[in-house]
């Protein structure tokens, strides 16, 4: 009799379970269920109940448990999800998988060498993949533009590739892509040469690609070229348009060229003392990006910013810069200004990048000038930061140095010659043509040795309120090498990618970059001098001084 009651009372319960009066629903983040190369990330899970009283969760898969209503899972296999109300005790099941797909694919080039003379550098290599053998992409790219930050000279979405150019002598790469779980896998190949070629590397102002920059145009830069030979001879360039056949072209000395035409480029450099050459055709293409937004204006200063950008994602990041020293991020955003007048507003996205930059006038809103700076030390003996309060909405500067010298730019340089106490003064004039004017007085040494010794004061862009300005980490960041005598390297080890901004001493801005996570940037071109880099990452500001000697 006993055990007839317990049997009965389990099947009650199981009645009860089977018959909630309602359920819930588990559902991936993403919308993706598997685990991918291109989405390395544990996929996260959220629970829906339409339950009126509390419900709790227990979570029971492949070496885990849980017990809180979002889970994150990072291997494969069977997941079961199992909801209790928390005042009747009815309980409701869920079951749900993971996968992973994350195979390499498999890619093999053949021949592995070959050998090219400066009479005769025409090659041909074929590539192929297996597993898979449909859905993957090829790119081959050379020496004079490699991985990871070049563009490949050739591509293709067959299962078999072939790459027949006139190349020069280097180590090649075949990178191949899964365009389904995104894996990827290289394979290198050589060309060999008893001769001497010139070496070189090219470079785009906007990663080789035009329709996203204003006038919708990239600069190529021929870089770093370098004859080969013992002893080195001169050396000529010449670049080819799109759809111009290669032929013996008069040799120049031109190394960039700013143009909007898409197609496949030649760059070609020519050794004047063995007649070898090397070409690079690097391809030019239309942006699938345009940043663009819209704005409303609002009593008080209040303004609306809307992103009508095309060719973003879900994944695509929108940073606003509202051009008086503040900035904001989403798709949406609204900023009030508490000085009225032009402000220069850019829209910046990033994974892709663009840009784009509007003049707007504030009128709900007083327009004053802001005249206010500070003087504060620059962790360089006898060299000082001045940093002054500049509002978007300034038109004019003028800074008296107190020692007969004036500058008239937004962040000039000023050495003084002789020491005593001057009186330094800046006048700010903004848009609705009204003027202010701040001076200080500061004591100028000549001793090193003196702490507060002031020589060379260097005005550089205000700190933003709330960002914190510190020297670069070398842990994250590096800059290298400094003082350059052309070209300095621009690491960044962070997770999250930002901008570079190059000032020269006129206080303008001559490159405005950006600055990739856990990649390599390289500042190129530069003119003897000093320089200002200032790296914006979220909310960080790092400065720091750059020395080009030559």
């Known amino acids: 009799m006993k055990k007839l009651f317990t ?30 190369c291109a989405n390395i990330n544990p996929i996260a899970l959220q629970t829906v109940h339409n339950n009126t009283n509390a419900v709790t969760y227990f979570w029971s898969g492949p070496t885990f448990t849980s017990a809180a209503t979002t889970a994150t899972v990072s291997q494969s296999g069977t997941y079961t999800v199992i909801a209790t109300d928390a005042v009747t005790s009815c309980t409701v099941m869920q079951t749900f998988s993971i996968y992973i797909n994350a195979f390499l694919p498999t890619n093999t080039v053949t021949p592995a060498t070959q050998s090219v003379t400066c009479a005769s550098n ?28 070049g563009v490949p000279i050739a591509s293709s979405n067959n299962t078999t590739s072939i790459l027949s150019a006139s190349l020069s002598p280097g180590v090649y790469t075949l990178l191949t892509t899964d365009l389904v779980n995104g894996c990827i896998s290289n394979t290198n190949f050589t060309i060999t040469s008893v001769n001497n070629f010139p070496a070189f590397n090219v470079t785009s102002s906007t990663n080789f690609s035009v329709g996203c920059t204003p006038g919708n145009q990239t600069t190529l830069n021929l870089v770093n070229p370098v004859s080969t030979q013992t002893p080195a001879t001169a050396l000529g360039y010449t670049m080819f348009a799109p759809g111009v056949t290669y032929s013996a072209p008069p040799w120049g000395a031109i190394t960039s060229t700013i143009t909007a035409l898409v197609g496949t480029w030649s760059i070609c450099v020519h050794d004047y003392g063995n007649n070898c050459i090397s070409m690079l055709q690097v391809p030019v293409l239309q942006s699938p990006v345009s940043a663009n937004f819209t704005y409303s204006l609002y009593p008080s200063g209040l303004v609306n910013f809307t992103s009508t950008s095309t060719g973003t994602t879900l994944a695509t990041n929108l940073n606003w810069n509202f051009g008086d020293v503040t900035s904001g991020t989403g798709n949406v955003t609204a900023h009030t200004y508490s000085n009225g007048g032009i402000h220069n ?195 960080t500001v790092i400065r720091k001084k750059v020395v080009v000697v030559k």
């Open 122 to 149: 025409l090659v041909s290599f074929t590539g192929s993949v297996s597993n898979p053998t449909i859905t993957v992409r090829h790119d081959w790219y050379s020496p004079l533009n490699p991985l990871p930050s």
């Open 7 to 36: 049997l009965s009372f389990l099947f009650f319960i199981l009645q009860q379970k089977a018959q909630c009066p309602w359920n819930f629903t588990v559902s991936s983040v993403s919308g993706s269920y598997t685990i991918t």
């Open 345 to 539: 507003v850019t829209l910046n996205t990033s994974s892709p990048n663009c840009s784009v930059t509007y003049t707007i006038n504030i009128t709900t809103v007083s327009c004053t000038p802001n005249s206010n700076w500070s003087l504060v030390p620059s962790g360089v003996p006898q060299n000082w930061y001045a940093i002054p309060a500049y509002y978007g909405n300034v038109t004019g500067v003028l800074w008296n140095w107190g020692d007969l010298n004036y500058d008239n730019t937004m962040y000039p340089v000023h050495t003084y010659s002789a020491a005593g106490t001057h009186t330094m003064c800046l006048t700010v004039t903004v848009s609705c043509n009204t003027s202010s004017m701040t001076c200080s007085s500061y004591s100028v040494y000549r001793s090193i040795g003196a702490d507060q010794s002031i020589v060379t004061v260097s005005v550089v862009p205000a700190v933003p309120i709330g960002i914190k300005t510190y020297e670069l980490n070398e842990d994250l960041i590096s800059l290298y090498p400094n003082p350059t005598n052309s070209t300095f390297y621009i690491k960044n080890e962070n997770q999250k990618s930002g901008r570079i901004k190059i000032f020269n001493l006129e206080g303008k801005e001559i490159e405005n970059l950006i600055l990739e996570n856990n990649k390599e940037t390289a500042i190129e071109n530069l003119n003897a001098g000093i320089y200002f880099m200032e790296i914006k990452i979220d909310n």
